[in-house]
């Protein structure tokens, strides 16, 4: 091999780079061959149409002559081209493709099914019509090919996460049968990587240069012109790859992957389709590469590929037999990993699991979940719950601030269960098989020396496309080469079995996996939370209230089909872009309108729920109050029921856990009120005073909290010199995920929002309730009223609060200095609740400067703290003595819409003694969520008060009451509970229902075979650790006949 005559490292790496441009100098290199001789369609012709329709309707539409060059649009809309193709004769013996070259995502459909995606982004820009034209193979064909009018990544107007641009049109640029040159392919995939290899090892490396040098020779003997010439210059790449690396290298798990977001910049419709363009391409690629494993997450989506292209489906089962197909993740959709309560989180897996078992035969052993915004401390638990001990993300590099210090790791939950995590060093799950690549997976590793497995997921992603060929053509030439580490096609069983091997010099990290960025999406779209949470308590009580009835009624159905058609929609909007409000408007309002469906119809499954309930009962009153909450009892007032004017009078009513009472009648109330009843003061300087016997609020003429004491200690919960109940505004511009961000800087523009003394007005005057209301201008533009509420015998004073809300990138939260000193905050998660630092001490702790929480907060120190509650907020943050709630944001991209209106919510403060545990905040925030519900019932309603279940220990919750999945067990139940205090504990469960036996099981409802559970007078022994979760089949009686 003769070296370069000069050492000369520039000229002769990019002479090689010359010769391989698809820009310069085609007219006599290599790049110029790739393609021969060219030949035009027969036909062309299309049809428009604003909807996406089916392929057999729409090629039945009226077609228009068009040619390359023509427009078509505009945003959303579908071009379905009509191709009609003869291929020459003389092309007998040659590799024919159909070259296309347009705007917009396409699909191949050939004899009615689909084919392959066409995406110039996406890098599939020919469809292969035969590797080799035979003498008697048909020349004359006709294609349909669907053009969807956006790109892999929507439609922004200027810029990715813009708002779409609706007028934007799409352009036909090449259209055309051309004959392809595989052997000029194979060397420009050789002479790429060896350049990359060059660039990537650097000028100080011998490899390097070896790789330099051959590429180089490759030049030197091949003469594009000749096709005679090729062979050498392949042998001379064949050898330089032929030279193995030795028995210590780094082993690269290559995966192919696509990433399609469920809906983000393009509504769930396209995503449909997006499905089906992304996957024929990798049924494709399986058929053609029998050693390419492509792993595909998200139950949801393979459904809809199921109803919509059940050929398709028939091919992805087909290859998921051979192992080619691996569905991963075992969730219904990539959910946030904040938001969704630990029940949605586990019903994910249980409508995802049993998905994949019963399309695929088996439930998948590893989490999938590549990008969200961070991982609850609880995920670990709910994994292993579910029958999956691996996980594999790569979000956590986003991080702004700290490095997160592992690549491969076990990460340990609140309550200490572990899962093996992996995420792929090269930091990307859209790899795109390249030398720089592969090598960023080795150097960039955080746990080199402790094991030497990666994986490296390839494909395009995010807007889906997934591999090419060229990608698999470069991985496979790297397989074992010298001075690389060694790149094997790989499915996530290998990977995973390979880091288990070597697993014991693993570090381990224990509690959340905060995402040091993308903290505005606890707050961002308020309605989206907002309809998150309702919409999560709806199907809670929906699902208690059946089960009673269930175990209550012979003639009573169980609505398993409904909840699970209710459920599945609630999971499809906790995607990691849409309940997090990173989405376009259409998308924001196509899950409103999925909340809309939870409502009315679990509106009316409750009603159907309480009418079985009552059913056959004596009693003087046809309204039934329920208590679905399943702690301690609960004493409270109704609240109106928005259909139902007989619910609308406020009362004090007592209901036992997870029962009912009959109503009140107003008549009746005054010899039943034990508790002090509530007294309302107005000063003259228009202040208030609200006392309830337990609480004493006073708030200034503004409606900020002056004071708030503990009646029976005397103690003020109010900072000194501070006032509660203090909005703020602060200015929230991102650096560039507007949706997404909100940055720490953001913070040193805060501005109180001052209101106009005298505004404070008495509302209700006392007795069971007084409240107060007040207005505030916010801005020229925006307005607040608020109404601050004290019940009798409530713990916590509300604050409903309207909004209406006209800003740009402001930033609105509600602070409440605390007379309370620690140095460390506690926020309730998904089963249980995690302690963050009230302070700045190193980078890891700032980085926190916000952050999510579900129902609650608390600051609290040795006998004494201050909780925050709400009932649909997510955003929150505890600054040295100040909590915060996070409220309402104003972002612009990519919905420029996004929270703009009004919104309503409620939080409530609660001052207590002793601990949080100690002091009842969870049952408080349970309380607040879950207001007693009064449901009229068509008969008479029971005379007297019930429980259906109760518990001896006020740390254990009971969350969840259902049917079990399995038909076979309709007349068993399921209970969900979780220690909720952080302690070892035994509670009874009581029970009133005709219980035959009990089990203990796991998330997924399999019984646990050593789970029997002895019922002794109704009542059964659990046994808890910290954050434990734990379920319960109890199966029920025959119905009495
Ligand atoms: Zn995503």
Redesign the pocket.
């Known amino acids: 091999m003769a070296a370069p005559a000069l050492k000369h490292w520039r000229t002769t790496l990019e002479r090689v780079e010359k010769f391989v441009s698809p820009r310069y100098f085609t007219d006599c290199n290599l790049r110029g061959r790739l393609f021969g001789d060219s030949y035009p369609l027969a036909g062309l012709s299309r049809f428009l149409t604003p909807e996406r329709l089916p392929y057999q309707e729409a090629v039945q539409q009226d077609f228009s002559p068009t040619q390359v060059g023509d427009s078509f649009g505009p945003t959303w809309w579908t071009c379905w081209f009509r191709v009609e193709l003869i291929i020459p004769e003389a092309w007998v013996g040659r590799e024919v493709h159909l070259c296309w070259e347009s705007d917009g995502e396409g699909l191949v459909w050939r004899d009615g099914e689909p084919v392959q995606g066409l995406t110039k982004e996406g890098e599939k820009t020919s469809y292969v019509l035969t590797d080799k034209l035979g003498e008697g193979d048909p020349r004359s064909l006709t294609l349909y090919v669907e053009v969807a009018c956006n790109g892999l990544l929507g439609a922004g107007k200027g810029s990715m996460i813009a708002a779409p641009d609706p007028e934007k049109m799409f352009h036909l640029s090449r259209a055309e049968l051309a004959v392809f040159h595989r052997d000029v392919h194979k060397l420009l995939v050789d002479l790429e990587l060896l350049l990359d290899i060059a660039k990537g090892l650097g000028d100080d490396n011998q490899r390097s240069f070896q790789a330099l040098y051959t590429a180089n020779q490759m030049v030197n003997v091949c003469d594009p012109a000749q096709p005679d010439t090729y062979p050498v210059a392949a042998a001379l790449a064949s050898k330089f790859f032929g030279q193995r690396g030795g028995e210590s290298q780094h082993t690269i798990h290559a995966i192919g992957h696509c ?1 399609i ?1 469920t809906a ?1 910049l393009w509504p769930f419709k396209e995503t449909v389709r997006k499905c089906a363009r992304s996957w024929v391409t990798a049924v494709k690629l399986m058929e053609q590469n029998a050693e390419f494993i492509f792993a595909c997450s998200q139950a949801q989506q393979l459904e809809w590929v199921k109803s919509h292209y059940p050929g398709l489906r028939s091919r992805l089962q087909e290859f998921a037999c051979r192992g080619q197909f691996v569905p991963v993740g075992g969730t219904w959709v ?1 959910m946030d990993g904040n938001l969704p309560s630990g029940e949605a989180m586990v019903r994910q897996f249980l409508q995802g699991q049993n998905f994949f078992l019963q399309e695929f035969g088996k439930m998948c052993t590893e989490f999938w979940l590549p ?1 969200t915004f961070g991982y609850s401390a609880q995920l670990p638990q709910i994994m292993r719950g579910c029958g999956i001990t691996r996980f594999l993300t790569q979000k956590l590099s986003w991080n702004l601030v700290n490095s997160f210090p592992h690549h491969t790791f076990f990460w340990e939950g609140l309550d200490g269960s572990r899962v093996l995590v992996h995420f792929p060093p090269g930091d990307s799950y859209g790899m795109q098989g390249n030398v720089e690549e592969v090598l960023k997976t080795v150097t960039n590793n955080r746990d080199k020396g402790r094991t030497n497995h990666s994986a490296f997921l390839f494909g395009f992603g ?1 807007g889906g496309g997934g591999p090419t060929q060229t990608m698999l053509d470069r991985l496979k030439r790297l397989g074992n080469t010298d001075g690389l580490p060694r790149v094997q096609l790989s499915s996530p069983e290998q990977l995973f079995m390979a880091l288990e091997r070597d697993s014991g010099q693993l570090c381990t990290w224990v509690g959340e996996l905060f995402l040091e960025l993308h903290n505005g999406t606890y707050t961002t779209h308020a309605q989206l939370k907002k309809g998150n949470r309702e919409c999560e308590q709806i199907l809670h009580d929906v699902e208690l209230l059946s089960s009673l009835a269930l175990a209550r009624s012979a003639q009573f159905l169980y609505p398993a089909a409904q909840l699970q058609h209710l459920w599945r929609l609630l999971l499809l909007n906790q995607f ?2 849409v309940v997090t409000g990173s989405c376009i408007q259409q998308v924001a309002e196509d899950a409103m309108s999925h909340y809309k469906d939870i409502r009315s119809h679990g509106s009316a499954l409750l009603g159907a729920a309480a009418a079985a309930l009552c059913a056959g009962e004596p009693g003087p009153e046809a309204l039934l109050i329920v208590n679905t909450s399943g702690g301690a009892h609960s004493l409270g007032m109704t609240r109106g029921g928005s259909t139902d004017a007989q619910a609308s009078f406020p009362a004090l009513v007592t209901v036992p856990s997870v029962g009912y009472a009959p109503a009140p009648t107003p008549t009746s109330l005054r010899p039943l009120l034990p508790q002090q009843p509530v007294f309302v003061v107005q000063e003259t300087d228009g202040s208030v005073t609200l006392d309830n016997g337990i609480i004493r609020v006073k708030l200034d003429p503004t409606g900020r909290l002056i004071s708030l004491v503990l009646v029976a200690s005397g103690r003020e919960a109010i900072a000194e010199g501070a006032l509660g109940n203090q909005f703020v505004l602060f200015d929230d511009v991102p650096l560039y995920w507007d949706a997404w961000d909100v940055m720490d800087y953001h913070l040193e523009t805060r501005k109180p929002v001052l209101g106009q003394a005298g505004t404070l007005a008495v509302g209700t005057e006392g007795g069971l309730r007084g409240s107060v209301w007040f207005l505030l201008q916010i801005s020229p533009n925006s307005r607040l009223s608020q109404e601050v509420v004290l019940d009798v015998g409530c713990p916590y004073v509300c604050f409903h609060t309207e909004v209406h809300w006209h800003e740009a990138h402001k930033f609105l939260k509600v602070e409440f200095p605390a007379r309370v000193r620690s140095t460390q905050a506690t926020y309730e998660i998904q089963f249980g609740h995690l302690q963050r630092p009230t302070h700045s001490n190193t980078s890891w702790d700032w980085a926190r400067f916000e952050v999510w929480a579900h129902r609650w907060i608390d600051l609290s120190e040795c006998g004494f703290g201050l909780a925050l509650l709400n009932n649909c907020k997510y955003g929150a943050s505890v600054r040295d003595n100040v909590l915060s709630l996070s409220l309402l944001r104003a972002p612009k991209a990519p919905d420029a819409t996004a929270d703009m209106g009004r919104h309503e919510f409620t939080y409530a403060l609660m001052p207590h003694k002793g601990s949080f545990q100690e002091a009842g905040v969870i049952q408080a925030a349970y309380n607040l969520n879950f207001p007693l519900l009064a449901l009229s019932t068509p008969g008479p309603a029971p005379a007297t008060a019930w429980s259906a279940f109760s518990l001896s220990s006020p740390a254990v919750v009971l969350e969840t009451i259902k049917q079990a999945e399995k038909s076979s067990q309709n007349r068993t139940l399921v209970l969900r509970l979780y220690e909720a205090h952080g302690s070892h504990v035994d509670c009874w469960l009581h029970i009133s229902l005709p219980v035959q036996e009990a089990f203990l099981c796991n998330l997924l409802e399999e019984r646990d075979p050593a789970g029997h559970l002895a019922l002794q007078d109704n009542r059964l022994k659990v046994t808890f650790s910290p954050f434990q979760v734990r379920s319960l089949l109890l199966v029920l009686q025959p119905p009495p006949n």
């Open positions: 990433h977001d983000w990539e990008d995010d990691h872009d």
